[in-house]
């Protein structure tokens, strides 16, 4: 079970954006996309959702070669928890987790009983039933991140993609988002993509980094072996120190830091 | 966890949508019933019963010859048929622009199928005033002309915008509402500018049974397949990103239901002339009641547009005794209707 990307190239007109990028990622993984602002970050995401189509390349999915899978197909494999979402009619939130479902309906079939209960059991496990019948337009950043997460799950629970997941979040709400998504790659075997800029959030919670420099693959694997200081200076464009702030636990920081605390 | 409990809810005023289509659709049966015996000829239930001695004592084939049941079955009839359908249709087309473009603002009109069904009336005028199957013609050729050419600009454009989509739409409609400017100077002030004018401001007068067979089927037609797909609505009123995502083709989508919205909208314009609001208003009035999910608001859209032109028609042949044009009505009601429903809902996002 196994998402393969081997010498990909992708973009958008006639310049690459991404550029001979390859990894695997095993499910039941929880993986971190770093990378600068236009990075490709973003790109890489959509091309794994099959939103953008690869110039070169191959992307596998457990065997599959995504190329060949309709776009429903696909669907019902891989979801995405897109960076922002509003502006819609004021769905209710149920309304708009139940429309995962939508790759698994036929022409003209709407969601029935069965999928309103898959809904409901999805918000209720990710503690949320009580968002069930609020307006969408209405919650809060992180109750929207918690219903979309929770929408993602009613469509595929082979992966996840998640663009920036804790872009709008607060302090509490991005661990218990991140912890959350976590929990689910452990549990049931889910593998969650993530698109994340703070390094520290990658550190404390992806088991697998892929790092992405100007469109090409900086270096990609085990979260502990792959993020040193070293190379996170090199991602980012500053030096980085790797500090231990409590037994076990150590964060990343930018040295330029120490200019303005000292 | 809450699982059966509120299944069914809406945001809307009335939770249990099954009972608003009830209530909905009983009021449209009385109503048609009602407008049936509402006239300048004749009212009530006079008529009702002078239909009802003559058939009595005469049979079937008295009734062949009575004045009232010809007015009844061969004027009002055809033409409550006709209110009923178009109202739907008006209402139905702008229900799913809104959805697709997703913006509450939007009305049937915006890709400029209104634009040339209007220029290819006027032009029917001036070339025949006398022969109005060519002013229908010639209106549904240049109301769908219109789409297809806003749909092609966008396409040149950019394929898959929205906005250039919106914009291209734009453009058409200004060109044919130019151009119907360039018809309405050159036509004669006192025969053809009329006609055009009075036509322009809609009317179901002309309304016959032939309108019905030709309307009829193919309304009917476009309303079942936007009511069977009506879910898919939903998902393309996330936007394209979040629709690819969960498993649609966005674009393919777009055109089908553009297409079948056009045709809608061309074959009202083409028979009753421009009747405005209604598709803008119906939808709003549709999500105040059932919510914004397209698949409890398109059955109540379509009742409550063939509802609101069926009333609407009444008042034009009843308030005075010249006939009203009927974008009067639907203008003067729906217009503050639509400030009314935007008050309603303040603060709620879109309604």
């Known amino acids: 079970m196994t998402l393969a990307c081997s010498a990909l190239r992708c973009g958008y007109g006639r310049e690459p954006v991404l550029l001979d990028i390859s990894f695997l990622v095993e499910n039941g993984t929880f993986c971190a996309i770093l990378g600068r602002n236009g990075s490709g970050k973003t790109t890489l995401l959509h091309c794994l959702g099959g939103i953008l189509k690869p110039d070169q390349g191959r992307l596998e999915l457990d065997g599959l070669n995504i190329a060949r899978l309709s776009r429903q197909e696909l669907a019902r494999l891989v979801s995405l928890v897109p960076q922002e ?159 231990e702030v409590s037994r076990g636990l150590s964060l990343f920081f930018p040295a330029l830091i120490k200019r303005y605390r000292s | 966890m809450k699982l059966q409990a509120g299944q069914n809810t809406a945001p809307g005023l009335f939770g249990n949508h099954q009972v608003v289509i009830a209530v909905v659709l009983g009021l449209l049966v009385l109503a048609f019933l009602l407008s049936l015996f509402i006239g300048r000829l004749e009212s009530g239930f006079g008529l009702l019963s002078r239909v009802w001695e003559t058939w009595k004592y005469k049979g079937a084939s008295g009734l062949a010859e009575n004045v009232d049941w010809l007015v009844l079955t061969s004027v009002r009839l055809p033409r409550c048929l006709l209110a009923v359908l178009v109202g739907m249709g008006l209402s139905i087309s702008g229900a799913v622009y809104q959805g697709l473009f997703r913006n509450p603002l939007v009305s049937p009109d915006i890709l400029g199928v209104a634009a040339g069904c209007t220029f290819g009336a006027a032009l029917g005028l001036i070339l025949s005033q006398v022969q109005f199957g060519l002013v229908r013609l010639s209106a549904f050729v240049f109301g769908l002309a219109a789409v297809s050419l806003a749909l092609a600009l966008a396409r040149l454009i950019a394929a898959h915008s929205i906005i250039v989509l919106v914009l291209a739409g734009l453009v058409v409609t200004s060109v044919f509402n130019a151009l119907l400017m360039i018809l309405k100077y050159l036509a004669d ?85 421009q009747i405005c609001w209604i598709g803008l208003v119906v939808p709003h009035m549709a999500r105040t009641l059932v919510g914004p999910n397209h698949e409890r608001m398109i059955p109540v859209t379509a009742l409550i547009g063939g509802l609101f032109l069926l009333v609407a028609d009444d008042l034009a042949r009843t308030l005075t005794t010249a006939e009203l044009p009927l974008s009067i009505i639907t203008g003067l009601s729906g217009a503050p209707l639509f400030a009314y429903l935007l008050y309603r809902n303040r603060g709620g996002g879109w309604t």
């Not at chain 2, 009317?203 to 476009?222: E, F, T």
Request: proline share 5%; charged share 15%.
């Open chain 2, 189 to 273: 002030p006192y025969s053809q500018l009329p006609a055009i004018v009075f036509w322009i401001m809609g009317s179901l007068h002309r309304a016959q049974w032939k309108d019905v067979y030709l309307a009829g089927p193919l309304i009917g037609a476009g309303l079942a397949l936007v009511h069977f797909l009506r879910f898919r609505l939903n998902v393309l009123s996330l936007g394209d990103l979040q629709a690819r995502s969960l498993g649609l083709n966005p674009p393919v989508w777009r055109i089908m239901f553009v297409a079948v919205s056009s045709l809608i909208v061309a074959l009202s314009v083409s028979t009753c002339g």
């Open chain 1, 85 to 243: 979402s509003i502006d819609i009619f004021p769905f209710q939130v149920i309304d708009v987790v139940v429309m995962g479902r939508t790759p698994f309906l036929s022409l003209g079939q709407s969601p029935g009983r069965d999928d309103y209960r898959l809904a409901w059991q999805t918000l209720g496990l990710l503690e949320a039933g009580y968002l069930g019948e609020r307006n969408f337009n209405k919650i809060s950043g992180g109750e929207r991140q918690i219903a979309l997460l929770a929408r993602a799950l009613v469509q595929s629970a082979n992966t996840i993609l998640l663009d920036e997941p804790t872009n709008h979040l607060d302090f509490q709400n991005t661990y218990r988002l991140l912890g959350r998504i976590k929990e689910l790659c452990r549990s049931r075997g889910l593998r969650a993509m993530a698109a994340i800029h703070d390094p520290n959030l990658a550190y404390l919670f992806s088991d697998q980094v892929v790092m992405l420099k100007e469109g090409r693959l900086l270096a990609q694997g085990p979260t502990e072996q792959i993020m040193t200081a070293e190379r996170v200076s090199e991602l980012y464009g500053t030096e980085t120190l790797l500090a």
